[in-house]
């Protein structure tokens, strides 16, 4: 790594965290960026732009919000930078801005980049291949702090994907949130989520087969999110010099 990393939200919690972790690595701190009139870290330099910070680094770690996400995917393949996108709540069209600038640059997208977290995902997977849908209602509950934006998180969603993948289904068809009111019986199949939000909790997920006769549970929680931010600098290591594409984390621990 030459330039060094450039932090997207430098002022936020998860930004900060990344830039501390990434000198902790000894890795130089290429700049960072947030909104106006918040406060960066004393001793990051602060960029103008996001077109800016992605010339003047060789890997953007970004954990911003949703609503930047198109622009800044643009920014990103324009100055052929390596990006290590956290950011969650992304919506279809986002989705699609990010998958267009991995054909230009690699990027990390990860809902949530603990090893932990990811190891459940690929056991939920496996899990759900084993287990009847028509027997084993899968259900996921998670829990954030107060300040969380979108629900349900990120995390649960990837931990859905992965029960509909070992299913062999889409989650769009089977997905069933925040159910509230005269809902009817649950359907066959479906993958329920339902969201807590209270106090400081950095982030708790529990992924439930519920059958007739027994339970199956898996329960991560997170309570430091430096986990995250060590991981993301491990992402960030990864993947400057590879070739264009889009990477999960389970890419970068060898999981996939
Ligand atoms: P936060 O609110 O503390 O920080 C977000 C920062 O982004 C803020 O400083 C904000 O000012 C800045 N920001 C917002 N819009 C911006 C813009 N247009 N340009 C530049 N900066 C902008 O939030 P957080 O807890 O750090 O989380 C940020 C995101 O990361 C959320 O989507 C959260 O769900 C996600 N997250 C992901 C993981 C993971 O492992 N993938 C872990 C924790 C949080």
Not at 125 to 133: G, N, S
Not at 217 to 242: E, K, N, P, S
């Amino acid at each position: 790594m030459q330039k060094g990393i450039g932090v997207a939200g430098i002022a936020g919690r998860m930004g900060q965290l990344v830039a501390e972790e990434a000198k902790a690595a000894g890795l130089p701190v290429a700049g960072g960026i947030d909104r106006a009139g918040t406060q960066p870290p004393a001793g990051v330099t602060l960029r103008a732009d996001i077109a800016d910070l992605a010339a003047t680094s060789d890997v953007v770690v970004e954990f911003t919000h949703a609503s930047t996400v198109q622009a800044h995917a643009r920014a990103i393949a324009a100055a052929g930078c390596a990006w290590v996108l956290g950011t969650t709540g992304l919506s279809p069209a986002d989705e699609a801005a990010v998958a267009e600038a991995a054909r230009h640059v690699a990027v990390v997208h990860a809902p949530n980049f603990s090893p932990g977290v990811n190891l459940v995902i690929a056991l939920a997977e496996k899990m759900a291949a084993a287990l009847p849908a028509e027997s084993y209602d899968a259900e996921i509950v998670e829990m954030h702090h107060r300040q969380k934006v979108d629900a349900p998180s990120g995390t649960a969603v990837g931990m859905g994907r992965a029960v509909a993948k070992g299913r062999g289904v889409n989650l769009a068809d089977v997905m069933e949130s925040g159910r509230d009111g005269h809902t009817g019986a649950r359907k066959t199949g479906a993958i329920g989520f339902a969201a807590l939000r209270g106090g400081q909790v950095v982030g708790e997920h529990t992924l439930l087969f519920a059958a007739g006769t027994e339970h199956i549970a898996l329960t991560h929680r997170a309570f430091d999110r430096r986990a995250f931010a060590t991981g993301a600098i491990r992402a960030a290591q990864w993947v400057v010099g590879r070739e264009p594409g889009l990477y999960s984390m389970m890419d970068v621990l060898g999981m996939a």
